[in-house]
């Protein structure tokens, strides 16, 4: 296979996989590529995600690492093998490569949650609340490039409402709910959004109110991602400078934990609606 100049996050993930089975078996990378009858430079590529690997070669190296966890080898295999061309590749070398990669990790889901404590989350956005969103960064997008960062937002919420959506769950602050990142009518009408996505079977919102006692989690924020088996979880977490997917085994057991810390300190789906309801009234 070609050596990739740019591999997806999710390329990367695969290669950091294979190395680290390949650690846990206390092998260099010199010694397996003897063993495949390569070179420790393909090896190198191969654990970058530089290189790709077929799926021969890749039940090849779980043997070799003695690796018997089955469920995620089958995971590794169903990463090395997908070969769907997504339609956020419509958008490579348009748009920032982490917003395509988080399009194919939502894809790619089997379950998704979030903790929003600054913005509504993209895939509940209304588009005059993404609109606004966009249009208040530095230096201001034109308004041809805003208006594509925008349509790529909706087009993104798809994954909640195609016939095999995953569950999705989110706990908001109340922060969220009142900030205005518009006027009056966008806050109403992202509210009202809420309840609707609420209704969906596979959606669960749920909300921390401002009075609610021993939550300090207000930097809490974050998107976790289920992979094929725990091990291959991910979690999305914005920065200044974009956004940084954590893949670590220690940190996606704090992520989860963060998650059912959070998650104690909110009302439950019937008590959040019912909270929306009464803040998209006072508008």
């Known amino acids: 296979m070609p050596p990739r100049s740019q591999p997806t996050a999710r390329q990367v993930r695969l290669g950091t996989e294979l190395r ?23 090896m190198s590529q191969m654990e970058a995600g530089i290189a790709g690997v077929s799926e021969q070669r890749l039940q090849r190296l779980a043997a070799h690492y003695a690796c018997a966890d089955q469920e995620l ?8 093998t997908d070969r769907t061309r997504g339609w956020w590749e419509e958008y490579r070398d348009v748009l920032p490569p982490e917003f395509l990669d988080l399009a194919e990790l939502e894809h790619h889901a089997r379950f998704m949650q979030v903790i929003a404590t600054a913005h509504v989350p993209g895939l509940l956005q209304t588009e005059e609340y993404a609109r606004a969103v966009f249009g208040y960064w530095v230096p201001p997008l034109p308004d041809s490039e805003l208006e594509l960062w925008v349509a790529y937002r ?14 999705y769950e989110a706990v908001l602050h109340e922060s969220v709910l009142r900030t205005r990142v518009a006027d009056r009518g966008v806050a109403r009408a992202q ?12 959606v669960s ?9 021993g939550f300090a989690g207000a930097s809490s924020s974050l998107v976790y991602v289920g992979g094929h088996v725990p091990a291959l979880d991910t979690v ?3 920065t200044p400078y974009g956004s940084a997917f954590v893949d670590a085994s220690a940190q996606l057991h704090a992520m989860r934990t963060l998650f059912r810390k959070v998650e ?18 006072e508008l």
């Open 154 to 167: 909706m087009r993104r919420q798809q994954v909640l409402s195609r016939e095999d959506a995953v569950p």
């Open 20 to 42: 680290r089975l390949r650690d846990a078996a206390g092998m260099t990378a010199r010694e397996v590529a003897q063993f495949l009858g390569s070179t420790s430079g393909q």
């Open 264 to 281: 104690s300190a909110s009302l439950d789906p019937t008590r959040s609606r019912d909270f929306i309801h009464r803040l998209s009234k």
């Open 236 to 238: 999305q977490r914005d």
């Open 73 to 80: 080898i089958d995971g590794l295999v169903e990463m090395a």
């Open 205 to 213: 919102l749920r909300v921390i109110p401002f009075d609610v006692d």
């Open 191 to 202: 509210l009202e959004g809420l309840l609707s996505k609420s209704e969906c079977p596979n």
